[in-house]
Nanobody, 118 residues
Framework: QVQLVESGGGLVQPGGSLRLSCAAS????????MGWYRQAPGKQRELVAT??????TVYADSVKGRFTISRDNPRKVHLPMNSLKPEDTAIYLC?????????????WGQGTQVTVSS
């Protein structure tokens, strides 16, 4: 079992900042990558940013230069989000991929709401 606990999110005005965090726990042998996805009403879930165990990062074009994913340790990631726009409004979901023993897993958090509005 893998649990992901998300924190951060909320309501912010355009141009403001928020910081999301996600911590993984459970009988995890290894985490390959952690990251954030988002889903806005009526839209498909999309990648926001991920970071691998080796530190390689991937960003959606729409957030490059504004969001920066980082990692305290292999089980905890942070996503400071700056210069937020109304189109960033969505439910943000943390994802972790790795293995427990010899079995691979991909786990999701319950999601945290980010609303950018004046």
């Amino acid at each position: 079992q893998v649990q992901l606990v998300e924190s951060g999110g909320g309501l912010v005005q355009p141009g403001g900042s928020l910081r999301l965090s996600c911590a993984a726990s459970g009988s995890i042998t290894e985490i390959y990558s952690m990251g954030w996805y988002r889903q806005a009403p009526g839209k498909q879930r999309e990648l926001v940013a991920t970071i691998s165990s080796g530190g390689r990062t991937v960003y959606a074009d729409s957030v490059k230069g504004r969001f920066t994913i980082s990692r305290d340790n292999p089980r905890k990631v942070h996503l400071p989000m700056n210069s937020l726009k109304p189109e960033d409004t969505a439910i943000y979901l943390c994802n972790a991929a790795g293995r427990i023993g010899g079995s691979a897993f991909s786990a999701w958090g319950q999601g945290t709401q980010v609303t950018v509005s004046s």
